[in-house]
Structure formats: structure tokens, C-alpha cells
């Protein structure tokens, strides 16, 4: 009797110019503790500016190759407060 492997499970997570990265970065935290989950990750122009607001991470944080970095970054740097923007 032949057996198949089960297809693999993919997610792709899409982080966009709306508030609340920090839960694209939080579910792809999961996924990768999981395990058995191919994920992909899109993000828009104002995405990543969410993501540098929010989270205080740089595109080199949010890599691929550095995404075991955000763990330990995303709850230090999340519960800081936002930087005030300068007034015009």
C-alpha cells in the first residue's frame, strides 16, 4: 500500500497600512514555534512604516534569516511608548 506525505500547510500573512502589526509578527511567531507550517510574508509601503512605528523594528529585524531575533525584540520594544511626532 502506497503511502502519500500530507500537503504541506501554507499561510500566507499580509501586513498592510492598517494598525495592529504587531499581530502579523505575533502569528508568525506562533507558526514558527508550531512548526509544519510553510508561511509567507507580504508587506506593504505602509505596512512597513507600521511596523517601524509599532514595533520599532527594522526591515533587517522582520527578515527572514533574523525572524528567531523578534521574540526577544517585539515584547521590549512593544510595550515602550510610541515616539511623539514633532508638532507643526
Not at 495592529?20 to 514555534?33: D, E, F, M, N, P
Amino acid at each position: 500500500m502506497e503511502t502519500r506525505a500530507a500537503a504541506p500547510r501554507r499561510l500566507i500573512v499580509a501586513i498592510t497600512g492598517a494598525t495592529g502589526a504587531i499581530y502579523g509578527v505575533r502569528l508568525l511567531q506562533t507558526l514558527r514555534k508550531l512548526g509544519g507550517v510553510e508561511s509567507h510574508l507580504l508587506i506593504s509601503s505602509a505596512g512597513w512604516l507600521n511596523i517601524q512605528h509599532e514595533l520599532q523594528l527594522s526591515r533587517e529585524d522582520v527578515h527572514p534569516s533574523r525572524m528567531s531575533f523578534i521574540p526577544c525584540a517585539t515584547s521590549a520594544r512593544a510595550s515602550r511608548p510610541a515616539r511623539s511626532r514633532p508638532t507643526a
